[in-house]
């Protein structure tokens, strides 16, 4: 029995979903900090994998916690900075599943963009902060980021930030489907 082909609009629904949850935990943080600004308390909720600001009707809850109003910057950032590793984790993924499963793999096995996501998915998974790029063909060029072995001494965290994740994530859309109209204003 081999494996489930994965179709395009799957890894595409795959990846924008996790490109609009890091949207949503964006806006989230606008919103923590609004509440904080108010000196009032935030409630939270967590739902497997998802936090959410408001429960949704019918949604069972895993668990709550209130954050205290001197503590939200400092959680809405941790919000942030978790659901755009995850995001960044769903979105290899997904590409690397279709790519597998379609047989394309290695056609993109030297694309900037899968190395990049697949180094950030090693270093997210395993809770490190250092680069990984395993057999990939390096010196390669993402948009201004020069790949390196070592990425001169640099950590992870040092390197990428949350911009820089949102193009990633992007790019990734615009390689799996240049048309997209999702991609289409955004330079590369």
């Known amino acids: 029995m081999g494996k489930a082909r994965v179709s395009l609009e799957e890894a595409l629904h795959a990846v924008t979903a996790a490109n609009a949850a890091v949207w949503q935990a964006i806006a989230g943080y606008r919103y923590m900090t609004d509440v904080h600004d108010k000196g009032e ?36 950032q941790e919000v942030v900075r978790y659901t755009a590793r995850q995001a960044i984790m769903d979105t290899h993924d997904a590409v690397w599943k279709y790519l597998e499963s379609n047989r394309l793999k290695d056609q993109y096995l030297a694309n900037p963009v899968l190395v990049l996501l697949r180094a950030l998915r090693l270093a997210y998974a395993h809770r490190a902060d250092d680069w ?11 948009r201004q980021l020069q790949l390196v072995a070592g990425m001169n001494g640099k950590s992870v965290s040092e390197t990428m930030l949350l911009s820089d994740q949102l193009y990633l994530m992007n790019d990734a859309i615009h390689l799996l489907d240049p048309n997209n109209p999702l991609v289409a204003p955004v330079q590369r």
């Open 132 to 142: 990984q790029f395993k057999d990939s063909p390096l010196p390669l060029q993402w």
């Open 41 to 76: 308390h935030f409630e939270l909720t967590i739902f497997g994998d998802m936090i959410v600001s408001k429960p949704f009707p019918g949604l069972a809850i895993d668990w709550r916690y209130t954050v205290h109003p001197e503590r939200l910057p400092e959680r809405a």
